[in-house]
């Protein structure tokens, strides 16, 4: 190693690699480094990636870029991550968020392109190993902060109230200053509401969301009726458990459910 070493000068002007002066003038520390990383280092032959390699990574192989159908595999399975190691997890989660960002930018492509995205599955593939691998982190976390100190993982909050009379889940978080003694908080977090024109939002957010489940109903309905006026000997049962929210029976003798054949019920 010590023979190797001593010929890294030579080496370094047949390779036009910069000295250790050089270097040195550059600011780089080395004197932390062990000798075996500098002469590797020295003697690396490979270019660094340039910018228009560093930018194809956001784009899929060139041989797809022709193809209308690209095989792919499933999304990763919550037992299949739960067994590998938190290294393994942190390799494998920038390995999706680029494959992430390839195919978003691949679809922003073909969208300007006016072309057809293939297999644009394999966005919500991605996404749902992405939300599995979170899920296994979070029970790891919750393992360890419960058995380490008896507390869980993530930050306590509770369900709030905002100015506009919308629920929504609320974080604690640690402060210097008490809540009471806390002017600038109290002026930035404001929990509840009053005032007549919010109760009036709320009334009319409740009578447009009665309205819709109201449409949905009748929408399902519908869709029922219409199954028997082409197929009027399907099963009732069948369709009850399909549809347990509509009567199946009083759909049938609906007159949306009259076809063209014999079998009509008046």
């Not at 691949?106 to 300007?112: K, P, Y």
């Not at 644009?120 to 939300?131: A, F, G, L, T, Y």
């Not at 979170?134 to 393992?143: C, D, H, I, S, Y």
Request: proline letters at 5%; aromatic letters at 8%.
């Amino acid at each position: 190693m010590s023979a190797l070493c001593r010929r890294i000068p030579s080496l370094v002007n047949q390779l036009r690699i910069p000295t250790f002066a050089a270097l040195k003038q550059q600011k780089v520390i080395l004197s932390s480094l062990p000798t075996r990383v500098l002469c590797v280092t020295l003697f690396s032959t490979k270019p660094p990636p340039s910018i228009n390699d560093k930018l194809m990574e956001f784009f899929d192989d060139p041989k797809n870029w022709e193809k209308d159908n690209i095989k792919t595999g499933r999304s990763w399975k919550l037992d299949e991550l739960r067994i590998k190691s938190n290294e393994d997890l942190h390799k494998l989660w920038y390995v999706l968020l680029k494959e992430r960002n390839m195919l978003l930018t691949m679809e922003r492509e073909c969208q300007t392109e006016y072309r057809v995205f293939p297999n644009p599955e394999r966005i919500d593939k991605v996404e749902e190993s992405m939300e599995n691998l979170e899920t296994v982190v979070r029970e790891r976390n919750r393992a360890y902060f419960e058995l380490e100190t008896t507390e869980p993982a993530e930050r306590p909050g509770k369900l709030e109230m905002n100015q506009i009379g919308m629920r929504y889940f609320y974080k604690h978080s640690e402060h210097l200053i008490p809540k009471v003694m806390n002017r600038k908080w109290r002026e930035k977090v404001v929990h509840g509401y009053e005032g007549n024109a919010v109760k009036k939002f709320l009334r009319l957010k409740a009578e447009k969301l009665r309205d819709r489940e109201i449409w949905k109903t009748h929408s399902r309905r519908r869709y029922v009726s219409r199954i028997f006026s082409e197929y009027p000997d399907a099963d009732v049962k069948s369709l009850q458990e399909a549809f347990p929210d509509v009567d199946v029976e009083a759909a049938r003798k609906h007159i949306d459910a009259r076809g063209n054949h014999d079998k009509n019920l008046d």
